[in-house]
């Protein structure tokens, strides 16, 4: 019902070709099966937001904005902040994708960046509350695929997250139950973790990471699966058509936690953050 | 908002509602519930009530998304207003969007669909009361109304969610445990073909955590695929035997 | 603009079928002209609603649902409580409905429903009042179409009486201007009628009622009467294309008094009451 | 609020406007109004005021809706925002979904729609105005504005609405006696045919008061008829006859 | 993506025949290349409306309604009362529009009326206001093409102009901060301008006023002017696909100019006012 | 709101942000920024940062819309949500359609679109940040891709806005210049035809003042036109010389 620009029937041939590539440790793209593609990250480029970043992961480029406003709490978390993530496939960036109000594909990757940031505990929503049940921080992150060349949830979730990371919000005072936003000085929002997300094409007995767009078409089907940190997962998503055979499972697992690893080290560089956040 | 809230697992492993933590809710599972449907069936677990139909296969429309090489599949999951606390807004919200993909993503990975080019496929889910696990109770469902359709799949699958409460892994989690919970995490499986087809994590597990979840959850479906099999049966022997219930 | 779905062209082979069955007093599926099918009646099935009810009338199943909740009256009628009413043609209940907003039938359908609850004053909307101009009670009354064979009008009106009659809301105190529900001890609305719909079909000079689906794509036209009691009429709504000839009027009265008096003996019975309402 | 309302019959029988309780309010009646369509009209009964305008038959778009063996007919009968007291918001409310439906089922009782297989006929109806009996008056214009299009009909048909009104039966009540009153009934007819085309009712009449209003009915449609019969002669005569008004 | 209803491909035979014309001094229905259509002008025919007007142009008819409300600023003007503006190519207008929500030439329309209105000051917004920052008038301006033969934008203008010369709305009174409506008495609006719009159709290096539907066919391309008053234009809006030659546009100006005091000496007259307004 | 507003210009006739009045912002062009389109562009105005990209010309969709004699143009300008201060709803506004319209409408003016009969060409703009002067800068950007896509066309075409400012005429208003402004003028030519392809006005001018600001729009764009052609030729040697950066 809401499948627009579906992908073309994945060839067997292409299929029986990666897979045997994959069986000698190679890919179509000259990639080993583990290896990410060359990762660009760059963060405070849009000055109208209260952070943004915007990262290239090969041939996917994701631009991402982070603006914040006093608002009302949801009834049943009145003692904390609100996050709200809205993601779009601009139809400049594929030909798969099309004008319009978001589609199934875009609403699961907000869905999906909204899970690693929240579940996460990424940010202490708790310190976001200025009076209680009344008037609290709301952060939206808007998503945008620019160019999309295979796996958008894996860079947007890095610019999401480096986006919230160096967000810069006013200070808030409460005087006579109104709240009022000192905006000459500005400080980061409460960070205590930098979920990363890792993307696992699954092809046969085999697995490989980070997938392009015509490997995606060849794979048999894929997970996402977010790391709140080395040792905790905060998200799992598996978001094509396709069986995952129960054998696979341990592999997919401990390879998403290693590249995860890496994914997060890269990202702490960018952030000049070294180790966990105070 | 309670100031001080009931322990959600007592001292000796009990839940709230008296299950233990690999206890699974009531079920009821029904093939062949709606007349007009090509296949259809009803699911209760617990509170939990959903009705599945499904049409086809049919010539696909509009046109220009036939596959020349075979079926499309459509899946809509969708929640009556009442069906919540509260009261839901009609029309269709993003959660239920994402469920409707997942959902269909799960049974298009059953379903021969290579057996009926240029035709489409309709599954519709009605959730009439939502209690937790409506998702996989969902596609539970619509995977024996498939069957029930008599549209050929490689085999049934069934999923439940198994969850993380107060650091024990528990199966089927009731919506109490799912809100107050550290974690939720939907499965299906095709038990028959070894493989997943379904799974979703929100909250947060560690590596161990995830495979003892997973192997719970295996119990769960495998008791449901066996339910499955029986209403199959059910309706299938009450059409043939005449005078038979 | 607004058919979707619409019926296939009847036959005027099934037509002529039909009216020699009637002229002797015969049907299709063998019951008399002024004949219902076999009539179920289920209340309080969902337990998150205040009330609800399940009709199986023949081949047609329908559900609805009653929440309550507190709001602001209409600008108009400060002094009455709120009926909402929505209806929705589920695809799941047959090829002719589609997903999708309510299209012209079900919006149709929610408002004759709405028109027999109203307009029969069902419910005394002056005594759900709490503070005048201000706070009232909102009823939103939902029904689905789980399964059509015909007629989804009489026992979609039997089903949102019957849990309109059965739901339970809490006490309202109004304590300095608030509102608060003392949500342990429920109460009953305030219920004084108990309106039942009848649909007719028209063939020619001939009637009959509670056409299937085949019946409806062979018929002249049809009539939906809504009677409050056994002597008044709430509600009338002709509902297909077609002509209704004048020297058929009076029997269609008629027989739709007779065949109402007959459901709402039926709906008393489930209900377990007998006779008018306190 | 008024704290104590005007009486809306007087003891003589008046009605707040002066009418006689089966007198119905002036009317105004145009064939031919609008150039860009195939047939127009426009209506004003007191302050109603109704432009109808029609386009076909014409090919059906899109295409799988057109029929093999008659022409659809397609009816959208919508208020201009400034047209009621205060502002209707801008697109269509579920009322105009209900009433373009019960117009559309009235005019393809009457229109010979297999004359034209496969095509499609476009009906417009615009309240401009809105103050009482849109439905009938739209109806009425709209069936004018089919045979200014020269589309071949059975009959025309006609509409107008009656009320009760402080116990009493009315024709064509106002929008004050709507409001205020018990019941509104709004009824269209094609005399010739002798035959109901539209019927609803809105309050509560027993079954004489139903017989009454019905032929009170008839007898508010007779007039219409005529109107609507010499507003087409009046243009089609002043298309043939040169010099001619 | 917004083209609804998109005209037929010019002719190239049309285009050499109106230009041929032209070159004469000359026009398909006998116009000359300066002249507008017979413009008929009437106001307060909608009683329901507090300001209305109905213009005929040629073969186009427009219908316009003022309705103003009580309601709060925009924040960036708290000081001004607001004017909406919505306008709608009705389907029964023309085979070119359809039902639906406004397309994108509709909202061109509004928009267009909008600014010359609001651009040209023709409103003291100022004097609208009754508590700064919090309780404005708020005008809502619908305009309604009920015929359409070409250039519907400068009988909507004098359309919408003319409502709001001939508005007439309650004295409000501002009491404990409350704005309460006096509606035995009612007033004009604060106007100052009388703005009116000139619509010019180029072809090659030549130009006319007032297009007919055909003649839009065959220009090359159109461009609408709005004249505040006699000396200034509030409003310019090239509406068309195609090029403006530079060399024309000295007499674009000049013409349209000159046919703007024509019209709003026209618009005066039925106006009853003379001249500038007090 | 400020109680004393900073004036605009200065008594030496200089702007807020430094510039001359007939200076305009830095600017940034680049053609050849996205890989999956068919063509696109980048353009940085100030803080105002746009790509465009086009796809085409490819098979009309839906068929019905498909021109025998030419190719159908269709554009999108959009705005991210976070490209304002404060935040822009998700969705098309109005003000989005409308340029969306007069952009197409501009670049349907140059395109050859008789060279692919029966196809489509979509160009999508899509607005970063936005900071005065977008609608112009986008259709600057989309003229370059399009060149970048290989679509034959007449001619480049780039646009820039002039305002009113204080009774002077100013080239490529900033932000503030435009809010507080007392006309904004956005202007887009095709200079090798001697043309205009979009033009619109908010705000006042007399006819000295507007040919003033049409001159002074016209000296802006001979620059972007530069910029533009030495995007393209950058492109393109970059493409066929080895080595080059």
């Known amino acids: ?278 | 908002m309670e100031k001080v809230e009931q322990r959600l697992i007592t001292e000796d492993g009990r839940r709230i509602d008296g299950r233990a933590l690999d206890e699974m809710r009531p079920v009821r599972i029904e093939a062949g519930v709606l007349d007009r449907s090509d296949g259809s069936a009803y699911i209760e677990m617990g509170k939990t009530k959903i009705y599945a139909a499904v049409y086809g296969p049919k010539e696909a429309h509009p046109r220009h998304l036939a596959q020349p090489h075979k079926a499309i599949l459509n899946c809509r999951y969708h929640m009556a207003s009442f069906s919540v606390e509260g009261r839901k807004a009609p029309g269709m919200t993003r959660r239920e969007i994402e469920l409707s993909k997942v959902i269909r993503e799960a049974l298009e990975s059953i379903v021969i669909l290579e057996e009926f080019p240029r035709s489409a496929i309709d599954i519709f889910i009605e959730v009439i009361q939502a209690d937790a696990g409506t998702r996989t109770a969902g596609l539970t469902a619509a995977s024996l109304a498939l069957a029930d359709a008599g549209i050929p799949v490689l085999d049934l699958c069934a999923g439940i969610a198994v969850g993380k409460v107060e650091g024990r892994i528990v199966l089927d989690p009731s919506e109490e445990e799912d809100k107050r919970g550290e974690a939720d995490m939907p499965v299906a499986m095709a038990p028959r073909l070894g493989s997943i087809v379904l799974l979703q994590l929100n909250g947060r597990l560690n590596s161990s955590e995830f495979r003892e979840a997973l192997s719970l959850a295996k119990k769960g479906i495998d008791v449901l695929y066996e339910l499955q099999r029986k209403a199959l049966s059910k309706k299938f022997s009450g059409l043939t035997q005449i005078g038979e219930d």
């Open chain 1, 1 to 278: 019902m809401y499948r627009i620009g579906e992908k073309p029937y994945p060839s067997k041939i292409m299929r029986d070709k990666l897979y045997e590539l994959i069986l000698r440790g190679e890919r179509l793209d000259g990639r080993r099966p583990y290896q990410y593609r060359p990762l660009e990250l760059k963060t405070s480029i849009i000055e109208k937001t209260d952070g943004s970043a915007m990262v290239n992961l090969g041939g996917t480029k994701i631009v991402a904005g982070v603006k914040t406003a006093l608002g009302q709490p949801y009834p049943d978390t009145p003692d904390q902040g609100n996050i709200v993530v809205n993601a779009e496939l601009l139809p400049l960036a594929s030909s798969f994708f099309e004008p319009g109000p978001p589609d199934e594909r875009a609403i699961e990757l907000a869905r999906v960046v909204d899970r690693c940031v929240r579940e996460s505990k990424m940010i202490e929503l708790d310190k976001l509350v200025y009076v209680h049940g009344r008037t609290v921080l709301v952060i939206y992150i808007d998503v945008y695929v620019l160019d999309y060349d295979g796996n958008y949830f894996d860079p947007s979730v890095l610019a999401a997250v480096a986006a919230l990371a160096t967000a810069k919000i006013p200070l808030y005072e409460v005087r006579n139950g109104d709240v009022i936003a000192k905006t000459e000085s500005r400080f980061g929002l409460p960070v205590r973790k930098f979920p990363v997300s890792v993307t696992v094409g699954l092809i046969g007995d085999k697995i490989l990471v980070d997938p392009t767009s015509l490997e995606e078409s060849a794979i048999d089907t894929s997970i996402v699966l977010g790391w709140s940190d080395d040792d905790e997962m905060a998200a799992i998503q598996k978001n094509l058509q396709g069986l995952i055979r129960f054998d696979t499972i341990d592999e997919v697992i401990r390879v998403s936690r290693e590249k995860s690893v890496e994914l997060r080290t890269k990202l702490m560089e960018v952030l000049g953050r070294v180790g966990a956040p105070s």
